[in-house]
């Protein structure tokens, strides 16, 4: 297999992840400001953040076995396809429920479109390169959730709801135009296969078991994606993104080296110390007092975050069939999403009250079990 890495059909899906990214980072910031603006408490505007997160990481096993099963691209086209509708529901409805209705359908199908753009994307790659190449892919959506907020508050400031809701839909139709003109990834689907073979392993449950590492250290990643502004704030800090901005600057800057030093010399030599930097970088963020202290964890939680998703990636995909890559891909989501979705719940009670400080102390100690829980169940599931 050659070892070409930067193919058209490569920018193309770059292209498109972009675009997926870039209309999502626009509607979520903004959603809660529209759930307020109808009457709702700020208990009601975090819902959709977290009904979105819970219904992906419940539904991607299964939407990532379903693009299997269909064809990943089939599925990235019905995918866009009911976000478009979802997005154009938000502009037309003024009711909280049917707001928070349409995003549980749209967790949904968000699970099955990053499922399937994954194994499309997957099975583009050289394998002794395949590290670097999701390292360089995912770069793509770092850039994306790096420009849509402020877009988004530009438009909402200059049209309000409607706009970015036209945005959104105007960004979802281009995504499924693209997945239209991508040819079906050359591989034996699960549609070729025997159906009593899928009904004991429509669940890839040894790469779900696994990817718990995940869910333990993303835990902290959900924390700071909702509180680390705040605490910035708190702390008399300015501007309040910083520690977000400086987060996507490390991960610009050291995804493409971590990734093709871990097809070098070996995915788990990259993982396990990623896991140490991310514990690292928590209990600096719970012990910061001042600026310095922020920079520095946000340098040191980047580095490992930023490497360690890309490198267990391409760990785990070693031992997964072309067939089975959504259905794996869709575990490793459900263990990410559910992780960040819990942090970031249950860090927001946990500030309430103890305090920032104590509330980071523990997602610091619970990505510390992360190591030890990979060691463990890699050894056994092996």
């Not at 930067?6 to 626009?26: D, H, I, N, Y």
């Not at 396990?272 to 209990?283: E, Q, R, S």
């Amino acid at each position: 297999m050659s070892d070409r890495l930067f193919t058209p059909r490569f920018f193309v899906m770059c292209g498109f992840t972009f675009t997926v990214f870039l209309s999502a980072f626009q509607l979520l910031p903004t959603a809660p400001f529209r759930i307020q603006e109808l009457g709702g408490s700020t208990f009601a505007s975090g819902l959709f953040l977290g009904f979105l997160t819970y219904a992906s990481a419940a539904s991607a096993p299964l939407t990532g076995a379903f693009a299997d099963r269909v064809g990943r691209r089939r599925t990235l086209v019905i995918a866009s396809s009911v976000i478009l509708l979802c997005a154009i529901g938000y502009g037309l409805t003024t009711s909280i429920p049917v707001m928070l209705a349409l995003v549980l359908v749209h967790g949904v199908f968000w699970s099955g479109l990053l499922s399937a753009s994954a194994a499309y994307l997957t099975h583009l790659l050289p394998e002794r390169r395949r590290a670097e190449g999701i390292s360089y892919w995912g770069l793509s959506s770092v850039a994306a959730i790096a420009v849509a907020p402020p877009i988004a508050f530009w438009i909402m400031q200059h049209g309000g709801w409607t706009w970015i809701c036209i945005s959104c839909g105007t960004l979802n139709l281009l995504m499924g135009i693209i997945a239209l003109s991508l040819p079906e990834d050359l591989v034996e689907t699960q549609l070729d296969l025997p159906l009593p073979s899928l009904r004991p392993s429509i669940v890839e449950w040894r790469v779900l078991a696994l990817s718990l590492t995940l869910f333990l250290y993303s835990f902290g990643y959900g924390a700071i994606t909702s509180f680390s502004a705040m605490y910035a704030d708190a702390l008399g800090i300015a501007p309040k993104s910083i520690y977000l901005t400086l987060l996507a600057v490390v991960i610009l800057l050291t995804r493409p080296l971590s990734g093709g030093l871990a097809d070098r010399i070996g995915y788990r030599r990259v993982f396990m110390p990623c896991l140490v930097l991310i514990a690292a970088g928590l209990a600096l963020l719970s012990a910061a007092s001042s600026l310095p202290w922020l920079i520095a964890s946000a340098i040191v939680f980047g580095v490992g975050f930023g490497t360690a998703y890309p490198v267990f990636v391409a760990y785990v995909m070693r031992d997964v069939s072309a067939a089975r890559r959504g259905a794996a891909f869709g575990a490793i989501l459900a263990a990410f999403d559910t992780g960040i979705g819990t942090g970031s719940t249950t860090v927001g009670w946990l500030i309430e009250h103890v305090g920032f400080s104590t509330a980071f102390g523990v997602a610091a100690a619970l990505s510390a079990i992360a190591l030890p829980y990979f060691v463990v169940a890699d050894r056994r599931l092996r």
